[in-house]
C-alpha cells in the first residue's frame, strides 16, 4: 500500500496521478474535500477523509501502509511557522512506529544544516530530523525555489509587464520545476528496494537572476517582462494585506533574505541530479499557458 498525502497539490497531484498510472499495489491518499480529486482517480484509490495534522486519520490511513508520500501544506494564516510543521509530523511519526510503514518520502528543502533563520526553509528541517528519529527508511526530497512561485504573479506579468520580489536584480538562485518533484517522489515510492536515510536534491539546469529571468519570459511571452525589486518593507506589507500571518511574512522575508545571501545559489549535500525542466521550458509550458489564459 502506498499511502499519498496532498493529493490535490501542485507535486502531490502528480504524485497521485503516476503513481496509479504505474502501480501494482493498492493507492490509498489523504485528502480533505474527496470531491477535489479527479474522478478517474478517485475510483482508483482508497480514501481517507481528513487532515494529515490529525493523528487519528494518519492512523487510519497508514495503517498496512508500505511507503507513504508526505508534503507539509503552506499554511501562510498559521501564527507560528515551527509549530505549524512540527503539527504536520508529529502525527507521521507515532503512526510509523505503530503501524511498521517500512519507507517514508517527504519534501524538504535544500540547505540542510547550513541554513538558519530562513522561515518555513529552517522550520522544515526539524521535519527532517523528527521523521529520521523513527528510523524508517527515508528520502528527503531536496528541491531550491519552485519556479511555480512566479504563478502567483501571472496578474502582474499580464497587465503591467513586470514581477516584484525584495531579492537584488543579479543575484542568481537555483530553481526546479514541481513536475521534477513529483516524478522523483513517484519513482522513489514505486521502487521497494531502496534502503537508509538520505536526501536527494532536485535541481533545475540553471543558475538565474530575476534579471536574467525576466529576459527569457520576454522571448517566451514575447512581450516585454521586467523585475522590480521592491523594499523588504513593501514586501512585508504586500504579505499582510493578503492576510498573510505575522509570523509567515516574517518568514517570507527571511526566505528572501536567505536567497540574497546566496542560500539557493549552489546545491548542497549528495550531488545534485539535475532535474531536466530548465527555465525557458517552463516558461514555455506553464508559464505561457498562464499568462495567455
Ligand atoms: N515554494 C517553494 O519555493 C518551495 C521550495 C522548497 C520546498 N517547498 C515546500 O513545498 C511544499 C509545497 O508543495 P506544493 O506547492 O505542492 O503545495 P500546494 O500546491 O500549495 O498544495 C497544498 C496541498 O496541501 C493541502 N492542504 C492545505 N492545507 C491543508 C491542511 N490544513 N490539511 C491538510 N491538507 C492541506 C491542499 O489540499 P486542499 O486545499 O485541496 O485540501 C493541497 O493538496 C511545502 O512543504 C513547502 O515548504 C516549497
Known amino acids: 500500500m502506498i499511502v499519498i498525502t496532498t493529493p490535490t497539490g501542485q507535486i502531490g497531484s502528480r504524485v497521485l496521478e503516476q503513481v496509479v498510472r504505474s502501480a501494482a499495489d493498492e493507492v ?20 481517507v477523509t481528513g487532515s494529515h495534522d490529525d493523528s487519528g486519520v494518519v492512523a487510519e490511513a497508514l495503517s498496512g501502509a508500505g511507503s507513504v508520500f ?38 524538504s528543502t535544500v540547505g540542510r544544516g547550513i541554513t538558519r533563520n530562513a522561515g518555513v526553509v529552517s522550520a522544515t528541517y526539524a521535519m527532517d530530523d523528527l521523521i529520521e528519529s523513527t528510523g524508517v527508511h527515508y528520502r528527503s526530497l531536496c528541491p531550491p525555489a519552485f519556479m511555480e512561485n512566479l504563478l502567483s504573479q501571472v496578474e502582474a506579468i499580464r497587465s503591467k509587464g513586470t514581477f516584484f520580489a525584495p531579492l537584488s536584480a543579479d543575484r542568481r538562485f537555483l530553481t526546479c520545476s514541481t513536475r521534477d518533484i513529483a516524478a522523483t517522489a513517484a519513482e522513489l515510492l514505486l521502487d521497494d528496494s531502496w534502503t537508509g536515510q538520505d536526501s536527494v536534491p532536485i535541481v533545475g539546469p540553471d543558475l538565474l537572476s530575476y534579471t536574467e529571468m525576466a529576459q527569457i519570459m520576454t522571448e517566451v511571452l ?6 522590480q525589486q521592491i523594499s523588504d518593507e513593501a ?31 549552489t546545491a548542497t549535500g549528495a550531488p545534485a541530479p539535475t532535474a531536466p525542466t530548465g527555465f525557458r521550458r517552463w516558461c514555455e509550458e506553464v508559464l505561457k499557458p498562464a499568462v495567455d489564459s
Open 222 to 227: 514575447q512581450r516585454p517582462v521586467h523585475y
Open 70 to 107: 508526505w508534503l507539509i501544506p503552506p499554511n501562510p494564516r498559521a501564527p507560528s511557522v515551527q509549530d505549524h510543521v512540527i503539527d504536520f509530523v508529529r502525527p507521521l511519526c507515532t503512526a510509523i512506529n505503530g503501524n511498521g510503514v517500512e519507507r517514508v518520502v517527504a519534501v
Open 28 to 47: 490509498r491518499v489523504i485528502v480533505r474535500d474527496p470531491a477535489r480529486l479527479p474522478a478517474s482517480l478517485r475510483e482508483r484509490v482508497d480514501v
Open 235 to 265: 514586501f512585508r506589507a504586500t504579505l499582510r494585506r493578503a492576510g498573510v500571518s505575522e509570523a509567515w511574512a516574517e518568514g517570507g522575508a527571511a526566505i528572501m533574505a536567505a536567497t540574497d545571501r546566496g542560500t539557493y545559489a
